[in-house]
């Protein structure tokens, strides 16, 4: 079965500074899609980038874009010139062939004035 | 209403109780989707459905029964819960396909006492 693993309960940052959140995944599979899902406190979780595995190219999306390792199945999230607004629970995903998404535990980020 | 929404927001109820959970996407949407999710615990799919069938059942007691009754339009049957089913139950809506961004609704947070 497809694992999703975060392997940083909390991380924290600087306003204005880069974090990077990890994320690494097991599956048999060479055709899947990941995601990366953003839960603010008491508001509705959305999606913030994804990536189809058969592309090579990195996703960008503004601020945020991923480092993706096919062969080292690995997903982590780099968030730029962090805001305030980036406070959230992040989860990384996993979808394959169904509709199924696998999360992993989430990564609570933080952010400093 | 746009998007995915929830009713009620907040639930309480004892564990001879039935009530049901809502939730209704406007998207146009063909899957629905209820997700678990718990403390310090991923997110846990419960049920998929797609065209108003069910696709995907993970093991779920059945103390949870699911109903679709249209593509707009999915419900979560409460009933004999135990205090171990507190949590945020989620529902998500895509357009159906592998690979589609799931909307999310802002969840039901229930407590069984």
């Known amino acids: 079965a497809q694992t999703v693993t975060q392997s940083q309960p909390e991380m924290s940052v600087q306003e204005a500074e880069t974090v990077t959140l990890s994320c690494t995944y097991d599956?048999?599979?060479?055709?899947?899609?990941l995601f990366w899902y953003k839960q603010p406190p008491s508001r509705q979780m959305i999606l913030v980038i994804r990536q189809e595995a058969y592309k090579q190219q990195n996703a960008t999306e503004n601020r945020f874009s991923v480092n993706f390792q096919k062969a080292a199945k690995s997903f982590s999230l780099k968030i730029s010139d962090s805001q305030l607004g980036d406070a959230a629970m992040y989860f990384c995903a996993y979808n394959q062939g169904a509709q199924k998404l696998v999360f992993g535990q989430g990564t609570r980020l933080t952010i400093n004035p | 209403e746009t998007g995915v929404t929830q009713t009620p927001r907040h639930l309480v109820m004892g564990m001879t109780n039935k009530k049901s959970l809502k939730c209704e996407q406007h998207?146009?949407?063909?899957?629905m989707y209820w997700y678990k999710q718990s403390a310090k615990k991923p997110l846990e799919l419960m049920f998929v459905y797609s065209l108003e069938e069910r696709v995907e059942n993970n093991s779920v007691p059945s103390r949870f029964s699911p109903e679709c009754p249209n593509s707009s339009h999915l419900f979560l049957h409460l009933h004999t819960l135990q205090p171990e089913d507190s949590a945020l139950y989620l529902c998500?809506?895509?357009?159906?396909?592998?690979?589609?961004?799931?909307?999310f609704g802002p969840g039901t947070r229930l407590t069984v006492t």
């Open positions: 599956t048999s599979e060479s055709d899947y899609y």
């Open positions: 998500a809506s895509s357009p159906g396909l592998a690979g589609d961004e799931q909307y």
């Open positions: 998207l146009g949407h063909n899957a």
